[in-house]
């Protein structure tokens, strides 16, 4: 499959069937994100993998989305703004996150690309995941941020297409408002 096949295909799925997650994929798409680029290369993120069928529950819990327990594997993506980069007076949880958020992309489509089906969630209290993760008192109070909990696994439901904005309206030249001409 091509890169623009799997950006075409990619769904959030949050219905998973049950399936034995190869290991040599889930490799596959944690080698995705260790090759992703990073400001200055300076790899600002740290990954554990969730198989744990209890744990994969008590995350499922303490965020209210029960897919999570459904999922082969989630990995959990963690961030350090310390270890990320700095320039131009862009403070460095500005560069952690769209660092973080490249390699979790290309995890994405790696996992695409391998026929499987991911969702990513955002929207849950540190806290509560750092707890059920044993992420230690000094790291939980500390710079690590767990960022995202990717989902992987095999679909079990096939969602319909999302309605995309046309390119003319999401694309300008040289200024805001100026059409791009032969869009």
Known sequence: ?????????????????????????????LEAAR????????????????EDEAIKRK??????????AEASAIIAVLGNAKLAGSAGGIPRRSWLDLDV??????????????????????????????????????????????MVLLSIGAAGEEPASQ???PLEQLVYLNEFGNPYPGI
């Open 1 to 29: 499959m091509e890169v623009r096949d799997a950006i075409r295909k990619r769904r959030s799925i949050r219905k998973f069937k049950p399936y034995s997650l190869p290991k040599n994929s889930l490799m596959e798409i």
């Open 35 to 50: 090759l992703s680029p990073s400001y200055a290369n300076t790899q600002p993120w740290r990954f554990i993998v969730i």
């Open 59 to 68: 995350l499922a819990e303490v965020t209210s989305h029960s897919f999570l």
């Open 101 to 146: 958020g490249v390699a979790v992309g290309y995890m994405v489509l790696q996992a695409t690309e391998l026929g499987l089906a991911t969702c990513l969630d955002g929207s849950f209290r540190q806290r509560d995941v750092k707890r059920v993760l044993k992420i230690p008192e000094q790291i939980r109070a500390g710079d690590w941020r767990v």
């Open 163 to 165: 309605e995309r904005k």
